[in-house]
């Protein structure tokens, strides 16, 4: 089978298996990883050759800490203007789908947001106004924005050049092609897409940052600066997670890295909106410069059809590809873990559906 949920996400089989063969016994330990001590020195070797393996993923330069947290992105929805919101401050959000939305709804309960809506919709196709046309207030605290949306298919790779720290969602992106962490302040990515299980969440903030919670009343487990300060145990991390996002990582040092994967990923997404193109059955209604590489939503030509192809898609192993409840029709995600042979086989299935019910 090839699972194309947008998250909990499909992960690389060469995982799945390490981790099945050592469940039980862990490094020959007479119990599993998630039964120890998260202050026992091997899981803190593993825990710290996670971080290294990921600094080493995404070139984070030492002057950035790496959190491992709680509480998904959402979680990070609420964390972010509590640490980085100033009292009488004010943040820029861009909004740009689903997601974004959201943030800036969790924000408006803690301080003062000043929303950029930046989705166009011409002639029923959608796009997003690029970075360097946002209209930014350099006196903001942060602009917030998330570059993939994995509801509604949009990605955006060009950043704003500004003094304003950005603060970034990349929980449906990260990994999935480089990026130049020295232009962010604060990146944050919830687990279950491109690392690993529900739970666990990243995030990579520059450290001067650190110090903008100072003297505010923040839940301890969404304090970045306690979180980094002790390491990211403040209180019990999500251990088994955090073990299997760092086989994720090594997988993907052996893959080639990030650049290997943008590859990958490019080639995939490219295969598959190609083939929706020349459909006259299917048809993808975003331009072709924001078309997520992570999340590809599709229409069927006849509606009445949707409830069918999901069905016998998934007698034909081609798992989850019902769309989004706010967006209908259907989505593939095709994040790292997908091979092209899944995408092929999504590929042959779609068009013995369009022969069948075309
Ligand atoms: N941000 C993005 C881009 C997402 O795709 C999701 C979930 O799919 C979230 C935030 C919310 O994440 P969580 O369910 O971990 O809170």
Redesign the pocket.
């Known amino acids: 089978t090839y699972n194309f949920c947008?998250?909990p996400a499909m992960l690389p089989v060469e995982v799945m298996q390490q981790a099945q063969a050592e469940l039980i016994n862990w490094q020959q330990h007479g119990c599993s990883v998630m039964e120890v001590s998260h202050r026992s020195k091997s899981f803190m070797a593993i825990a710290a050759k996670a971080e290294q393996d990921l600094r080493d993923l995404l070139s984070i330069p030492d002057s950035y800490k790496v959190l491992f947290m709680h509480g998904?992105?959402?979680?990070q929805f609420s964390a972010v203007p509590l640490n980085l919101l100033s009292k009488d401050g004010e943040a820029d959000y861009v909004v740009s789908g689903s997601?974004s939305k959201a943030a800036v709804e969790e924000a408006q309960k803690f301080g003062k947001v000043r929303t950029l809506d930046i989705r166009r919709n011409q002639d029923g196709q959608r796009s997003l106004v690029a970075a360097k046309d946002w209209d930014i207030d350099p006196t903001a605290d942060y602009v917030h924005f998330?570059p993939?949306e994995?509801v509604d298919g949009l990605e955006f790779t060009e950043l704003p050049h500004t003094d304003v720290p950005l603060v970034a969602?990349l929980?449906?992106t990260i990994l999935s092609r480089p990026i130049d962490v020295s232009r962010f302040g604060l990146i944050y990515a919830?687990a279950?897409k491109n690392i690993g299980p529900?739970g666990l969440t990243l995030v990579i903030v520059r450290e001067d940052l650190l110090a903008r919670g100072q003297g505010k009343a923040i839940p301890s487990i969404m304090d970045y600066a306690l979180t980094a300060g002790n390491d990211s145990m403040f209180n019990t991390p999500p251990t088994f997670a955090w073990y299997l996002a760092g086989l994720v990582f090594q997988w993907l040092k052996q893959q080639g890295g990030v650049a290997a994967m943008a590859r990958h990923n490019q080639a995939k997404a490219e295969r598959l909106y190609q083939f929706i193109d020349q459909s006259a059955f299917y048809r993808n209604d975003v331009a072709p410069a924001n078309r997520s590489w992570m999340n590809v939503p599709f229409l069927l030509a006849d509606d009445s059809l949707n409830d069918r192809f999901v069905k016998e898609a998934e007698a034909n192993g081609l798992l989850a590809l019902k769309g989004h409840r706010l967006v209908g029709g259907m989505r593939a995600s095709i994040y790292n873990a997908m091979p092209m042979a899944g995408v092929e086989a999504l590929i042959a299935f779609m068009q013995a559906f369009e022969r069948s019910h075309g």
């Not at 998904?72 to 979680?75: E, H, I, P, T």
């Open positions: 947008a998250g998904g992105g959402r979680g997601w998330c993939n994995t969602d929980s449906s919830g279950q529900s």
